[in-house]
């Protein structure tokens, strides 16, 4: 069974640096590409960007681009979401999955829920 | 790169059809057929509903369908149900070799 298991909720203040994790079983974690989505509180989705963790090709939304890092380990099955400073508006729900099929995404972590506030 | 544009919300009564449309440019779903369709209940992460336009998972009822036309997608409920009730997003492959969702749409069953 493919799963995808999420890190925690974090709670932390503006500037601070953070590192999420994704963990995934149930298949080859290197030859599937794994995205990031954020939802913020109350609204919709939005895609991040993507990782090939066979290679670590990385894509990202330009709305994102800069903003985030994301990487890989593939020793240990797992994928990371990371912020170097985060603000206020940082605060939301975040989503990793697998890509199902090449399009899409059929298989999706828990979330994270991460409140930056002072 | 805008978000794909869906209505806001639906409504619809038991065992009626809603159709939920989802328009793009021909940057994204005019130009590939990689448009897919996700439930999310509140709380709830996304589930995968249709994926390249047309096809469903396993396990997803055949009272889902998706279809495209130009740059417009849709996703059609047929046999409204309670369970239904829930938000929905489109999602599209890009130019760019990107992804972009839509702002969603509220289903409610009345």
């Known amino acids: 069974e493919v799963q995808l298991v999420q890190s925690g909720a974090e709670v932390k203040k503006p500037g601070e640096s953070l590192k999420i994790s994704c963990k995934g079983s149930g298949y080859s974690f290197t030859t599937y590409w794994i995205g990031w989505v954020r939802q913020m509180p109350g609204k919709g989705l939005e895609w991040m960007g993507s990782i090939y963790p066979g290679d670590s090709d990385t894509r990202y939304s330009p709305s994102f681009q800069g903003q985030v890092t994301i990487s890989a380990d593939k020793s240990i099955s797992t994928a990371y979401l990371q912020w170097s400073s985060l603000k206020a508006s940082d605060t939301a729900s975040y989503y990793c999955?697998?890509?199902?099929?090449?399009?899409?995404?059929?298989?999706w972590g828990q979330g994270t829920l991460v409140t930056v506030s002072s | 790169q805008s978000a794909l544009t869906q209505p806001a919300s639906v409504s619809g009564s038991p065992g009626q059809s809603i159709t939920i449309s989802c328009t793009g440019t021909?940057?994204?779903?005019?130009?590939?057929?990689?448009v897919s369709w996700y439930q999310q209940h509140p709380g709830k992460a996304p589930k995968l509903m249709i994926y390249?336009?047309?096809d469903r998972p396993s396990g997803v009822s055949n009272r889902f369908s998706g279809s495209k036309s130009g740059n417009t997608a849709s996703l059609t409920i047929s046999g409204l149900q309670a369970e239904d009730e829930a938000d929905y997003y489109c999602d599209s492959y890009t130019s760019i070799r990107t992804r972009v969702f839509g702002g969603g749409t509220k289903l409610t069953v009345l």
């Open positions: 999955a697998r890509e199902f099929g090449g399009s899409s995404y059929g298989h």
């Open positions: 390249d336009v047309d």
């Open positions: 021909s940057s994204d779903i005019g130009g590939y057929n990689y």
